[in-house]
């Protein structure tokens, strides 16, 4: 249909009424952006889940690592406390896989209530949507604590 100008007010009326021309392009101005933001955060959450789920599987993997002393071949004892710690971190580090940690993410000590040695990380997660209203960052701190094994 052609939206043609019309000298009458009447008839101009009804036919910018019935014109149909640049309705998709408006449509997808108020449906893309709210669009693109929830498939954003979509992805974001699932990272923030895999973050949060490997590195609760660092951490228990590392108290077993310390508990045992030998894991898979790797060593995690030491002749001191500090040997010892300083070698969990450095394997907690490396079962942290896709997550950007470091050996300072981690701590490692020895309790005396029985549960042996606790592993426990502290992680920043951080979201980077645009608009974002309130707090963008969300901290990770998984902990696992397993009994000294003779």
Not at 19 to 44: K, N
Not at 75 to 102: E, F, H, I, M
Not at 113 to 133: I, R
């Amino acid at each position: 249909m052609m939206c043609g100008v019309i000298h009458r007010p009447r008839d101009m009326i009804r036919r910018f009424a019935a014109c149909q021309r640049g309705s998709l392009a408006l449509e997808m101005a108020f449906i893309l952006p709210p669009l693109v933001l929830s498939i954003v955060g979509t992805m974001y959450t699932g990272w923030m889940i895999y973050s949060t789920t490997m590195l609760s599987y660092a951490v228990e993997s590392a108290a077993r690592c310390v508990a045992v002393a030998t894991v898979n071949s790797v060593p995690c004892g030491g002749n001191n406390v500090a040997a010892q710690s300083q070698a969990t971190q450095n394997y907690a580090v490396t079962q942290a896989l896709g997550v950007d940690v470091t050996p300072a993410n981690f701590s490692v000590t020895q309790l005396p209530n029985g549960c042996g040695w606790q592993v426990t990380a502290t992680y920043q997660f951080t979201f980077l949507l645009p608009f974002q209203s309130g707090n963008s960052v969300y901290t990770i701190n998984p902990s696992a604590c397993f009994p000294i094994q003779s």
